[in-house]
């Protein structure tokens, strides 16, 4: 049984690894030269419900990159304003150690291969085509190709191309393949009628920031610095993607996090005012490149499907990460892309899809992106454990658990522990 | 289902996906009218849709271009004034004009596929007629030009004299299909075949088939034009050159040629074969080369005919049976989409 993941980052990883592991033979096809993708800009993990989300993952036998972005971490129980017990992982160290775990699995992996069309017969998908016309078949893919960008929408629902990690100009914009097989895409709003929403967070080069401020990253992991009165624009919250961090403290002050690169939780930051804050003087930004001028546009291409995470209308195509709904964060790429890729090896055997119970953090915020991004109202709003509506619902809900023996003894009560490590073929 | 009215079928492409190019994405005359009036064939946003659908991505963004250009077209091509230095009268059928340029045009102007634009000072623009650079001497910036003395336009054309001057629009470069494929060729044997004027564009192949070290061989019919005119280059360039009638009457294959192809072609070791002739001899070759081994390389010249060169006119727009609308002034890609599928009425 052969299955193609197209993209290569969070949630492609999580597809390939799950998929490998029920017993497929499984092919990542990823455009740029890194897998990741914006896990190579990211690196928070375990805060607020990410934690029990993570804990779930390891239970439910899925913790092979949990367990990665925990070996790499460089701060552990970070708290920053509305978030708790955040992990930071080593973002310029993550993707090798992720390559070397999918080698290892024997998980084949196509770099600089972008893929740009499918082959259909009916409602299934025989085979994908490259942007130089290779062709190649599979028995079931799982697309995790995100919605970000490219520069088009950047440009179009954005301030244009901010030179992001994903690098479209040098290796090609991302194609949405269920639209390519027929399926028409989702798209988020940040306010009425306005699409996409900006990425919510930028990085600047911690060499260029004053000694006190990367002694003080160094140690603890975070830094809040007050933003001048006159520059606080708190309209600049509505544009985020990542509401978890779209909050009153994040326009009055500057929050940098840690992550091997000096994280600024705000989408873009004109670096003339960026220079006035005490200790950035000559600040410069690493991710985006442009990060002085706008950020990368996402949520623009999002697939219609079902809580086993396959996509409504066709026959073998799965998917996951941003693709499958409103998420934001690597924890959520990761919970949604294991159980894309082990469901795309159920599917191909004919065996009965699985779903994640909604008393499980996991399971419930799968199917309540899946309601939401059906009402207006919800194609507003993210959906992730960290914060913002779904954190809430967590926490009133009970499924908010800190305890990994707690969370280990439910999945086993549910009789998944381990569901992801068990060879189907 | 809750998205059953969200899922819509696209066409479904006979061939399969079709890589292709815009000949001006990325050039100083990009984005073009086409683009301004959401008829762009790269970019999903310039062609009524309000996202990216970026299949064929050629390395610039359309849309941003258009954008920073105010939303505006970029200015197209100019008639520009030019002299004539040299004339040559080969015989009644065949003349070559030697024009003298300006430095940036010569430069625009030396790669295969390129062509212009010309006709007499005094004609209206209906005259203008399409023809190919033969050479572009970037020292002196002079292009050569084989004209074939043929229709009206080229008639016309025919009188003008050395020290008068002539009207040229370009630089354009869409003169062959299946571009990339040709000057990605390194260290390899080639094998072209030109008919007649396709002599003409045929030069600049073999100057850049050389130039990447391939080793040339030529298969070269007169034609109707009962002249060698590229004896000097066929010397510099190519290893061997075999002289044979290629087309008999009604346009079939000449059984002589296809013999001297198919003992080419057995030897193995042949990366590419090209072709400067017109359509019903190069869709030939094509199928000869296709049925031998599929992973030789096609290209061949584009014998659309042009009139403005700029996707406007819609002189060279064809519809296969694909029902994909193909305008062959700008869109570069392989002979096979051009070929297959045609239809006959």
Redesign the interface.
Known sequence: MKIVVIGGGWSGCAAAISARKAGAEVEIIEKTDLLLGLGNVGGIMRNNGRYTAAEELIALGAGDLINITDANTLHKNIDFPGHEHAWLYNVNRIEPAVRRHIDKMGIKVRFVS?V??V??EGIKIKGI?L???E?IEADVFVETTGST?????C??YGN??SMCILR??AF?????IS??A??????GERQEDVFGAFSGSCKLEKDSLSEKIVKQLDEKGVVVLKVPLEDINTDKLKQKVCQQYALKEFAENIVLLDTGHAKLMTSYYPLDKLRKIEGLEEAKFVDPYAGGKGNSIRY??VA?RSNQMKV??LDNLFCAGEKSGLFVGHTEAMTTGSLAGHNAVRNELGMPLLTLPRNLATGDIIAYANEKV?TTEGRRNRYTFAGAEYFKRMKDNGIYILDPEEIQKKVRKLELDNIFNQKLV | MKYSDNIVILEAEVMGYEPYNCIDCGSEYCPCHLAESGNCILCSHLDGKDFCDCVNWNGVCIYQEFMQNNFKAKEGRKHQRFQIIDKELVNEKLMILKVKVTKKLASELVGPGSFVFIRKEDCEQAFDTPICVMDSDTGNDVITLAIELKGLKTRILKNVNVNEHVLIKGPFWNGILGLHSMTSMKRQHCVLICRGIGQAPMVPVMEKLYNNENTITVILDEGTLDTVFIEKELKKYAKEVIKTNTLLMGGILDGKCRKILEGILTKGDVALVHCDSADVLSHQIMKIVEAYNNDIEFSCSNNEKMCCGEGVCGCCTIMNDDEKLRRLCKMQTSPKYIFEGRRLY
Not at chain 1, 172 to 176: F, Q
Not at chain 1, 182 to 187: A, R, S, T
Request: aromatic fraction near 8%.
């Open positions: 972008r740009v069309d082959n259909m085509y942007s130089d016309g062709y960008g490219p520069m088009g929408n440009l179009r244009g191309c479209c100009p090609g914009p991302r194609v949405s639209y390519r027929g399926v028409e895409d989702i798209k623009l291409s219609p409504v209308g059906q």
